[in-house]
């Protein structure tokens, strides 16, 4: 590949990875480049991952999707956070919301005057103050930017969909733009001899696509990054033993909850996802703690509705690549890596590595400074999640099995043990700046599995204890009072986006 100006890209791969690919690249670069996706349909995709974070309507924004046209197509419904059942302890619960929890104030975040309160006597947990929550447990949703005239944000919010839906929904959108859709399976890549770049891949029949630049979304086989260009993998298992999950749809339920489940089991977890016509459900587990046909059996027992087809199995190992982009080849998706589905950051680490590749889009030949951001900061990223993962297994108090023991007893990186410590002593976060979980993520996660700090940041004193409880008690009536006339998840979804 010469320095002369890339004219194709070729996106090997489709499912939701592809297609995100190439929506972003046909509505940002569409112009100026031509893009040739290629896929079979003889070949499935993973597409377990229904659930999502807010920043995904970043994307759709970006795209110009219609927030409701395409949850009418995709059977999606709304989720305002993740709720953790059985993970701290046996009978233990929260709700790790998309919101703060009560309200900021002088610089002071909301739970060190709710730890204050709580060492002399208060008896509420954090998320009595969490609108979130309370909306949550109501089943309601609603458009809310704020929550009254007063300086709380209103309801942040996420999806869950049918991923295969999704990417079928994105599909249409990028042909639209003029994306190239090629069926076929690749049965060899062709490098140039000099500089070690993918010219070209050769299908089945002998069609050859050439490119100038090409993006790895072929799954875990990483055909192009890992087999071709053999670029290794980071095995972070020790942190995140599960390495297995089978996964089941199941009847719809009866009240469309606006948010996940995953309920902690004796070697791993189960998610449950309400879609408008269907359940997702699946066990997340490590084989070496449990057989797959037990695994299998827990599944089918914690689901909530009827089974509706056989579970189905799925491997994997927990990592990412030592590098994302190698030569003219970029990973996306899980050729990338793979951080299990338990924060929801699948779908995100996708449109994230998207997105920068867009702004980091070399123009001609060589991009060898541009290569090395683009994999410092997907690096980076990674790790942040994958330290946020870590912390749902490591702080726990359960010893009821082999699996919970290990957890709760490995050693960890410093970069987690550094904030459980810090928050113990404090309440205080020790966050990155550019970490995508928001310092109120660490702090439910933390106060939700047990990690209670000793004492509370001293700037919290600034009140009286009258001024305190009638701080708290005025938090409180505001989110009642917003919560009130939101519409049940059920009716929004009937009125806005009812599914086609």
């Not at 070949?43 to 759709?60: H, K």
């Not at 919301?97 to 509420?124: C, E, I, M």
Request: aromatic content about 10%; overall charge negative; hydrophobic content about 35%.
């Amino acid at each position: 590949m010469g320095e002369s100006k890339l004219q194709k890209l070729v996106i090997v791969g489709g499912g939701t990875a592809g297609w995100i690919a190439a929506a972003a690249f046909a509505r940002l670069l569409g112009r100026t480049i031509e893009i040739e996706l290629v896929e079979s349909d003889a070949i499935g995709t993973v597409g377990v991952g229904e659930a999502t974070i807010p920043q995904i309507i970043r994307l759709n924004g970006i795209l110009g999707l219609d927030e409701y046209d395409f949850l009418k197509h995709t059977h999606g419904t709304f989720k305002l956070g993740i709720e953790f059942v059985d993970w701290g302890r046996i009978g233990s619960s929260y709700l790790h919301t998309f919101g703060d929890a009560g309200l900021n104030l002088a610089g002071v975040p909301f739970h060190q005057y709710w730890k204050r309160a709580s060492a002399t006597g208060h008896t509420k947990d954090l998320w009595h103050y969490s609108l979130h929550r309370l909306a949550a447990d109501q089943a309601k949703f609603g458009k809310l930017d704020r929550v009254g005239s007063t300086a709380m944000t209103g309801l942040a919010y996420a999806y869950h969909f049918d991923a295969g839906l999704y990417a079928k929904y994105l599909r249409a959108f990028a042909e639209q733009l003029g994306v190239t859709r090629t069926e076929g399976i690749v049965t060899s890549v062709t490098r140039d001899p000099e500089s070690g770049d993918i010219d070209s891949i050769t299908l089945e029949g002998e069609r050859e696509v050439a490119g100038d630049f090409f993006i790895d979304c072929t799954g875990f086989r990483a055909l192009l990054l890992g087999e071709e260009l053999g670029v290794g993998y980071r095995d972070w298992s020790k942190w995140l033993p599960c390495n297995s999950a089978q996964a089941v749809p199941s009847e719809r339920l009866d009240t469309l909850v606006p948010y996940t489940r995953a309920t902690a089991k004796p070697s791993g977890w189960q998610w449950r996802i309400p879609l408008q016509h269907r359940t997702g459900n699946g066990h997340v587990y490590c084989s070496g703690f449990i057989s797959d046909e037990e695994a299998g059996q827990t599944l089918l027992a914690g689901l909530d509705t009827k089974p509706l087809t056989d579970p189905r199995p799925i491997r994997f190992t927990t990592g990412r690549r030592e590098r994302f982009w190698s030569h003219n080849c970029v990973a996306i998706g899980l050729s990338s890596g793979f951080l299990e589905p338990l924060e929801s950051t699948s779908i995100h680490l996708i449109q994230s590595h998207v997105s920068r590749l867009i702004q980091l889009f070399p123009r001609g030949g060589g991009g060898s400074a541009e290569r090395d951001e683009y994999n410092r900061r997907c690096a980076q990223e990674f790790e942040q999640i994958r330290d946020f993962l870590i912390l749902h297994y490591k702080q726990t108090e359960r010893d009821d099995s082999e699996f919970w023991n290990y957890c709760s007893h490995m050693d960890v990186p410093d970069s987690v043990s550094h904030k459980q410590e810090l928050f113990a002593s404090s309440g205080r976060v020790g966050r990155d700046a550019d970490d995508l979980f928001r310092e109120a993520s660490w702090v439910q996660v933390m106060l939700g599995q047990g990690l209670t700090p000793a004492s509370h940041d001293p700037m919290a004193d600034s009140m009286s204890d009258a001024q305190l409880d009638e701080f708290l008690g005025n938090v409180r009536t505001v989110i009642e009072k917003a919560v009130h006339p939101l519409p049940s998840h059920e009716q929004f979804l009937a009125q806005h986006c009812q599914s086609v």
